[in-house]
Each structure stands twice: as structure tokens, then as C-alpha cells.
């Protein structure tokens, strides 16, 4: 619902252009974490090659619940394989010799993997080991063009066609909407590129930014997953769709230089309560006669509480009015600690970057982009917040 209404250009703001258990050492993630008590008497008997099986998963986009690997997987990610085995047969040498300790350790087992069959104990033991540590989230998300992780260690000549914002140019590459494939690595797109943030990548986005740089029209950059990576042979296809378009927009809308200011979308009864409780969305013309808009929503949804932040996503794009399309397009996160979050949420206008405590780019489109594409880019980006939908459905009409 709209709260606000658009503002007119004397009433517009400038809000300024975009461009506790026991702690055990580091693991996988690179990051301190809280380990279940099925982890620590897991890793007290495992050690490094948990977090050598953790590396692996994350690899290989295999979440604990689908250990053990199957066939098919252990064929085609043997590196996986390995790990499992290894872990495995450390765990069954210890239960063997140690028989009594299996009926306290399926007692520290969580409420939803209790009891498990005989012959699933140790996939069990290591999908409860596994979970926290798979899941964690790592600050290095927010680091770009770092010339010391995986990634470029594995393909350092990525680093001179990767920009200051860590984006990679893809024109001329093997880019699909789930990875890029690069000198036999498949390389899994950014995390926040992910369905909240931390599920399989957001590929309906991802295809639209493909299908809009397909040709000459526009050049796209993406950001890329900078500390897992896999053989092109290991990598397979999944399938968990769902689809976010934006409705055609009205050029009547778009192209008027008076239609400019801030508009504020939300539910005004759940307030503040509500998962996505505003969006909002501020018009301005620049210098040069172009329009500028920046998008911003506040979040309660789960997948935006992570590693201490409230993580929001914001997009940017900039329209030529004479010509009638969009020539710039970019999608970004902002990471606010609560304190900062609290703040943000005092202010009804779209901030500056420097409000957020930590901030990182994820893709960016220049070129010709199409109305359309555009439309659903944004709706893309913002899956999951029905506000998008709602305000893109505002400019459908004239």
C-alpha cells in the first residue's frame, strides 16, 4: 500500500547518488562459531577433517541433508566422496570401540534427526555436525577483488577483467544462470545472489540479467562466489523454481520529468512487525536530463538476519527519457548492525550508502536494457517482497 504518495520535485529529497555454547577456533567459514554438542563431540573425534568436509560441501552447493553423497554425486564430486569417507569411517572406527557412547551421542542428537536407523547414524551425526558451520555466515562476503582467496589463487587471470566493486565482466564467458564455467571450474555465483541470501543461487534473476545482456545492448558484470569452487564435471543442474516478473510499465510514467520524489510502500497496520515492512523508492532527475532511481526495503524476513546484520537490498538504475529505455542498472546489499538498523528505520526516505555499517555490489547492467528486462530485474532482485510487485504494478497504469 502506498503510504506516502510521490512527492512533487519541490518536495523531493536529494538523497544522494548510489554509484552460548563452548566457542571453538576457526572452521570452514573462516569465522568464529557456536557449536551443538553433537559438533563439538563430533569435531573432538574429527578434527580438521570436519572442516575439510564442510569446505567440500560448500564446494559443491551439497547441504547436510544430503549427505551421505549419493552414487551419482560421489562419481561426479569425488573430492566430496573422499571427505564423507574419511569422516565416516573415523566415526563408525569410534563407535565400534566404543559402543556405549552411541546411545549418549543419539541423545544429543536435535528433535527433528532423533532416532535415527543403525544404518543412517553416522550420515546423521554429520548432518547435525555439519548444519552450523555449512550455513555460517562469513564476513568475507563483503571483501572484493581479494587477490589472496580461493578463487583467484585457483584463476588469478579473473582479477584483470574483475572491477573495484568485485564484478566480473561476463561477456564472452560460459555464463549459466546457476554458475559460470571457467577453465574447467564451475564457479557458483555471490551468496547474496542466493535465494535469502543463502539458498540455491536466485537464477530467475540471474537469467534475466543474462537474457538482457545477451548481444551487443548492454555489458553485465556479476559478482562471483570468492571461496568455493568446484571441477565443471562435479557440477549438476538443480531445479527449485519459482517466478517473479515485473508487469509491462507504463512509458508515460517513466519518462515524465515531473513524475520524480520519494514514494514509501507498506503495511500500515502490521507497522514495523511486518517481514518486509517498507519499501522505498525515490525518483530524481540528474544533470545531464536522465532519471535516477534508488530502491531500498526494510526487512524482518529470516533470511535477512545473518552473522549480526540486517542485511536489505537495494537497486539502482538510471533512464534516458528521451530515448525511452534504461542504460544503467545495479543491485546492491547494505549490512546494518541493529543500532544502525534503528536509525534506518527512523528515517522515511532512501538513504545514503554510508548509512549502512557494511556494503557489497552483486551485479551491474550498462547499456541498453529494455523496459520490460527492467521490470524484471527489480522484481527479481526484490523475490520474495511483495511491495516490488505492488509498486512496479503503480507505474503499469498511466
Known amino acids: 500500500m502506498d503510504l506516502t504518495g510521490a512527492a512533487n520535485p519541490e518536495g523531493g529529497r536529494d538523497m544522494g547518488a548510489e554509484p552460548a555454547s563452548e566457542v571453538e577456533p576457526q572452521g570452514a567459514s573462516g569465522e568464529t562459531t557456536e557449536c551443538t554438542p553433537v559438533e563439538q563431540w563430533v569435531r573432538s573425534i574429527l578434527g580438521a577433517l570436519l572442516d575439510d568436509l564442510v569446505i567440500a560441501m560448500r564446494d559443491h552447493i551439497a547441504p547436510p541433508m544430503t549427505l551421505p553423497p549419493s552414487e551419482h554425486v560421489a562419481t561426479r564430486a569425488p573430492e566430496l566422496a573422499a571427505a564423507y569417507d574419511a569422516c565416516a569411517t573415523l566415526l563408525d572406527q569410534r563407535l565400534v570401540e566404543n559402543p556405549a557412547e552411541a546411545a549418549e551421542v543419539r541423545g544429543l542428537l536435535p528433535w527433528h534427526l532423533a532416532d535415527p536407523k543403525e544404518e543412517h547414524f553416522i550420515a546423521t551425526l554429520l548432518e547435525a555436525a555439519t548444519f552450523m558451520e555449512y550455513y555460517a555466515f562469513d564476513e568475507a562476503v563483503f571483501a572484493a577483488k581479494d587477490p589472496t582467496v580461493r578463487l583467484y589463487a585457483a584463476h588469478p587471470e579473473l582479477l584483470d577483467d574483475t572491477d573495484d566493486d568485485g564484478l566480473l565482466r561476463i561477456s564472452g564467458r560460459e555464463a549459466t544462470p546457476q554458475v559460470l564455467f571457467h577453465r574447467g ?214
Open 185 to 398: 571450474s564451475a564457479i557458483p555465483y555471490h551468496r547474496f545472489l542466493r535465494r535469502n541470501f543463502g539458498g540455491h543461487i536466485n537464477d530467475t534473476l540471474t537469467q534475466t540479467l543474462l537474457q538482457a545482456s545477451d548481444g551487443t545492448a548492454a555489458e553485465l558484470r556479476l559478482a562471483l562466489n570468492e571461496q568455493n569452487i568446484m571441477a565443471k564435471s562435479a557440477f549438476t543442474p538443480y531445479f527449485e523454481h519459482d517466478y517473479w516478473f515485473g508487469p509491462p510499465l507504463s512509458p508515460s510514467v517513466l519518462d515524465d520529468p515531473y513524475k520524480v520524489g520519494t514514494t514509501v510502500h507498506g503495511d500500515p497496520r502490521s507497522g514495523l512487525t511486518h517481514e518486509y515492512p517498507r519499501l522505498y523508492v525515490h525518483w530524481a532527475m540528474d544533470k545531464e536530463g536522465r532519471k535516477v532511481v534508488q530502491i531500498e526495503e526494510l526487512s524482518d524476513d529470516s533470511g535477512s538476519n545473518q552473522g549480526g546484520y540486517r542485511i536489505l537490498r537495494y537497486l539502482h538504475a538510471i533512464r534516458d527519457i528521451e530515448r525511452g529505455t534504461f542504460i544503467h542498472c545495479d543491485g546492491a546489499v547494505r549490512a546494518y548492525t541493529s543500532e544502525k538498523y534503528a536509525i534506518r528505520c527512523r528515517k522515511e526516505f532512501v538513504t545514503g550508502r554510508e548509512s549502512a555499517s557494511r556494503y557489497r555490489k552483486v551485479f551491474r547492467l550498462d547499456g541498453i536494457i529494455a523496459t520490460d528486462a527492467w521490470s524484471n530485474i527489480a522484481a527479481g532482485w526484490f523475490r520474495g517482497n511483495r511491495l516490488m510487485t505492488e509498486y512496479l504494478q503503480s507505474l503499469s497504469s498511466a
